[in-house]
């Protein structure tokens, strides 16, 4: 196999998120994901909506911080 063909073969492995506690908030699901960055515990708040998803949190240092900061943010993106 030459290096050209092999180069268009490559798929990336997909990061799948490791969702630790889900929940309901006014029409949406906010999920709290957990990983390590620079041996830190971290914690993502994704929001999941009708028409898709987004990060509503890209870092924080617990769990309690992302869920809060999670529903600020659909407070202020989304009109109730």
């Keep these: 196999m ?3 063909f092999a180069k268009l073969m ?3 492995d997909p ?3 490791n969702t630790v506690f889900s929940f309901p908030y006014r029409g949406v699901t906010i999920q709290i994901a957990s990983s390590t960055h620079l041996d830190a515990k971290i ?3 994704w929001i999941d909506y009708a028409t898709g998803s987004a990060v ?3 870092k ?3 769990r309690s911080e992302a869920i ?3 529903k600020t943010w659909v407070m ?3 009109t109730f």
Excluded: L, Q, W
Aim: aromatic letters at 16%.
């Design 15 to 17: 990061d799948y998120i």
């Design 60 to 62: 924080a240092y617990s």
């Design 10 to 12: 490559h798929i990336a």
């Design 68 to 70: 809060r900061r999670a």
């Design 56 to 58: 509503a949190v890209p």
């Design 76 to 78: 202020e993106k989304f």
């Design 2 to 4: 030459n290096g050209r």
């Design 43 to 45: 914690y993502t708040a």
